[in-house]
């Protein structure tokens, strides 16, 4: 089974690129797993993107880990040679080091140790679609997303820069055995194209 995710920040296009793949049939050669987020039923639910502790942050990830668990019997259950995932456990440990960063947690090496404990998906390839700050919050704001701009942490500069650098420098290797980092202006379709291609490699 090899496993291909997308990554990026929110409103980079991962899950675009995914209807788009769906459009053309995708899930028909592969297993594909929305974000974390998309399987958390109430919004309330969701844990808080800017946590409040360190404690927090732990809780926050052990709940999604439970998703990844839930992704793991899935995708062994499809028995599909390929598994394209809307954000891995990478977004997790990005997550972790930029607010050890920015308010000094210090959890993300926790989470790494915990992760050897747990069962998740590994993935062979990621497609880090790689958006600047000023193009996401054109998007946020053409989705009708408009209120509270300033207080969408998730676009705050300094949580980008380091989620980012956790993907494209070599400072803490992510889960992912290679990562390619895709320009921002490259198409949701083209972005599509490059799974395809994959995907194509992979099963022929």
Do not use: N
Request: proline share 6%.
């Amino acid at each position: 089974m090899k496993i291909i995710a997308l990554e990026g920040p929110s409103y980079a296009g991962k899950s675009t690129a995914i209807r788009h793949l769906r459009t053309r049939g995708i899930e028909e050669r592969a297993f594909v797993s929305d974000c974390y987020v998309q399987h958390i039923a109430r919004r309330t639910d969701i844990p808080p993107a800017r946590t409040a502790s360190a404690t927090e942050q732990l809780a926050a990830f052990e709940t999604f880990m439970g998703i990844e668990g839930a992704r793991v019997r899935r995708a062994l259950t499809s028995a599909k040679p390929v598994v394209l995932l809307d954000r891995s456990v990478d977004t997790l440990l990005a997550h972790a080091l930029a607010l050890d960063a920015l308010f000094g947690y210090d959890v993300h090496h926790r989470l790494r140790d915990r992760l050897q404990e747990l069962p998740f998906l590994r993935p062979h390839h990621t497609l880090y679609l790689d958006v600047p700050a000023e193009e996401l919050a054109m998007r946020r704001k053409e989705a009708g997303h408009t209120a509270a701009e300033s207080e969408y942490f998730l676009h705050e500069p300094a949580f980008l820069t380091h989620t980012r650098d956790y993907f494209v420098s070599a400072a803490q290797p992510p889960v992912s055995r290679e990562v390619t980092v895709i320009p921002a202006d490259t198409s949701p379709d083209a972005v599509a194209h490059a799974v395809e291609a994959l995907v194509t490699y992979w099963t022929r």
